[in-house]
């Protein structure tokens, strides 16, 4: 690309089902410059994330949907290359809400400024930023785990779960998952310090599945797939137990609504709180986080795990690959050299 182009992803179809590559197109457009007020990114790592399958329908949500022939939206790092803002400068290096394409203009609303150093830029999209945020508020402020609670998390491996569980191990709890390869299950308890964790995908029987990983039941279960492992998960709770309602990542490309969770009697006879979030309504225990997290990397506490698609082209397939499984811990798109 030159460097007086931007090349960009826009959504050309909602999907129906299962998103495919021809939802997007890509399209080439002058390069802006910066009106008053405003700056000029240069984007570097892009992220996707699940949240975006649900915003390519038209439907009402805590964020408006995309609309058809817009340029996506997605969490940025970025540097200035040229600012009319006085908050910003440029070179600086940037963090925020802005396109699925190489360069974008900000009015600075969405972003923050980030420092460069021993912490790699791309983490502050993934176990720096909104999906570590999501692991520690999910964990603590909504399920409230204590130490030596049974914690389960699905999708554990995932940019989320893989955050989720390494907290709860800090807390002092006893921690399993579940994941969708026995490469995926290996990390989990092989470097991750996961307790047990099986393969969903090889399980003949998920609640004797739920029963050899957590043979004394969960106390706290973190839900981001929905359906049938929230299903077994539900079975598997201890009298008082706390279920931090994520994700219901399983669901997101029906076609059609899901029954629910049979059995929810459960609920009652065992006493269980059920709570929805979503981590952007927390943002004191995401700044707790940030400040903490940024510690226990520094210290070896927290291991962190990236796949990286290269180029702007590549993210609808990037995508789409993350919502297939095909991601170990954070999916993220590498847009230009940091
Ligand atoms: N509430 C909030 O504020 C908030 C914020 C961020 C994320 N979330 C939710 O948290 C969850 C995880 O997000 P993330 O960004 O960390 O994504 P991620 O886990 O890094 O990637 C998605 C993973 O989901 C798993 N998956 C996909 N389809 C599945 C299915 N049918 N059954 C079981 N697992 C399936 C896949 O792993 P496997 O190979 O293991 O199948 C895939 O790698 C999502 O549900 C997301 O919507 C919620």
């Known amino acids: ?6 090349k960009q992803i826009r959504l050309a179809s909602r999907p129906s089902g299962w998103v495919t590559e021809e939802n997007f197109t890509v399209t080439e457009e002058a390069l802006p410059d910066p009106g008053d007020g405003q700056l000029l990114v240069r984007n570097i790592f892009m992220s996707v994330d699940p949240y975006m399958r649900g915003r390519m329908n038209d439907t009402k949500s805590y964020v408006p949907p995309f609309q058809i022939g817009e340029v996506l939206q997605a969490g940025i790092v970025g540097q200035v290359v040229s600012s009319n803002n006085a908050d910003f400068a440029e070179s600086d290096y940037v963090v925020g809400m802005l396109g699925w394409e190489n360069y974008s203009i900000s009015d600075g609303a969405q972003l923050r400024k980030i420092e460069t150093g021993a912490i790699p830029l791309s983490y502050h999209l993934g176990i720096l930023g909104m999906p570590g945020m999501t692991a520690y508020v999910g964990l603590h402020t909504i399920a409230q785990a204590q130490a030596e609670d049974s914690v389960f998390v699905s999708a554990a491996s995932g940019a989320v779960g893989s955050v989720v569980g390494q907290l709860a191990k800090i807390h002092g ?3 399993a998952g579940c ?6 299950v290996a990390l989990l308890t092989d470097e991750l310090g996961f307790d047990a964790a099986f393969n ?3 399980s003949k029987s998920l609640p004797g599945s739920f029963a050899e990983v957590c043979p004394d039941g969960i106390d706290v279960n973190f839900e981001n797939v929905g359906g049938e492992i929230f299903e077994a998960a539900l079975w598997s709770m201890r009298d008082f137990g706390r279920v931090a309602l994520c994700g219901m990542i399983s669901n997101y490309n029906d076609e059609q609504l899901q029954p629910g969770p049979r059995g929810m009697m459960v609920i009652i006879g ?5 709570q929805g979030f979503i981590v952007t309504d927390h943002p004191e225990a995401c700044q707790e986080y940030a400040v903490k997290a940024a510690g226990w990397l520094a210290e070896g506490k927290l291991q962190y795990r990236e796949t990286i698609a290269e180029g702007i082209e590549n993210a ?3 995508f789409i690959n993350m919502l297939k499984g095909g991601n170990t811990g954070k999916q993220i798109v590498q847009l230009a050299a940091a």
């Open 1 to 6: 690309m030159s460097e007086t182009m931007n």
């Open 173 to 175: 709890c006893r921690v």
């Open 179 to 184: 994941a969708g390869s026995d490469d995926k």
């Open 200 to 202: 969903y995908r090889n």
């Open 270 to 274: 065992r006493r269980l709180r059920i």
């Open 316 to 318: 609808p397939g990037a």
